[in-house]
């Protein structure tokens, strides 16, 4: 259920641009509940059916991408970056992957799909520059939500969860 809420929810995505990364940061919050609650295995398979059936039917690729390629498995791999001690380092390796991830999402949609990486097709390096700032500043906005996510998710949310399903 979760994955085809997942690949309905991209469609959403479809429909305004801005969503092609909202959609895809709110997923993710889906996978890291289940492996909260669930654990890893069923977490990465709710990932990967989602990841395939969006790649195959969301008319929107740069959602089923940023999907696919990083918000749909990140609140796994989260977990065990954060078992790191260093705090700098922990958060190093956060940005390092995001990156990673965002670069080749953007070579993807443009080099497979076609998707021009600006509307106007005008490409400058101060607009990069904006980009991965304003990329940067998503992604950390994120990691402040998720954690106090977690937070509420593991006091009042998970418990229901757990309730109804006994």
């Known amino acids: ?12 995505g479809s429909l305004f ?13 889906i996978v890291f509940m289940i492996h909260k ?19 195959l039917f969301v008319p929107d690729k740069e959602t089923a991408l940023m999907y696919a390629l990083f918000f749909g498995y990140y ?8 078992r790191i001690k260093i705090k700098a380092l922990s958060l190093l390796l956060k940005l390092l992957l995001f990156n990673l991830s965002v670069f080749v999402i953007e070579i993807l949609c443009v080099k497979l799909f076609n998707i021009p990486f600006f509307d106007d097709g005008v490409f400058s390096k101060s607009m990069l520059i904006f980009f991965a ?29 757990l309730k109804a399903l006994k």
Do not use: D, Q
């Open 1 to 12: 259920m979760a994955a085809a809420l997942s690949v309905a929810l991209m469609f959403a």
């Open 37 to 55: 609650t669930f654990g890893r295995s069923y977490a990465f398979y709710v990932y990967l059916a989602a990841s395939i059936l969006s790649m």
């Open 75 to 82: 609140p796994i791999v989260k977990h065990y970056i954060e």
């Open 133 to 161: 700032v304003a990329m940067n500043l998503c992604f950390v906005m994120y990691e402040g939500f998720l954690k106090n996510y977690k937070i509420i998710y593991e006091r009042k949310i998970e418990p229901r969860i």
């Open 17 to 29: 641009y801005v969503f092609a990364y909202a959609i895809p940061m709110l997923l993710g919050i």
